[in-house]
């Protein structure tokens, strides 16, 4: 089953199935704002995040910053 289809089959919530940035801050609230506990960059887009993060994570390497690089396909 693929990521999406798992989204669309769980059940309904407050009648929506439509994912917004407004519920994810309300899911991200209700889970204490985990993204605030740790400085990060989400880089998103079509063509080009490899790239981008590996650039990133260099400048930020050189400018002596322990750096954590996590990138997927999905």
């Given at each position: ?27 991200f609230?209700?889970l204490?704002?985990?993204?605030d506990?740790?400085?990060s960059?989400?880089?998103a887009?079509?063509n080009?995040?490899?790239?981008t ?9 050189a400018?002596g ?10």
């Open positions: 089953m693929s990521a999406i289809s798992r989204l669309e089959s769980l059940p309904l919530w407050d009648g929506k199935k439509a994912f917004t940035i407004d519920r994810a801050l309300h899911l609230q209700i204490g704002n985990p993204q506990t740790f400085p960059i989400h880089i887009g079509s080009g995040k490899g790239s993060c590996a650039q990133l994570a260099s400048i930020f390497r400018d910053k322990n750096v954590g690089l996590s990138t997927s396909p999905h």
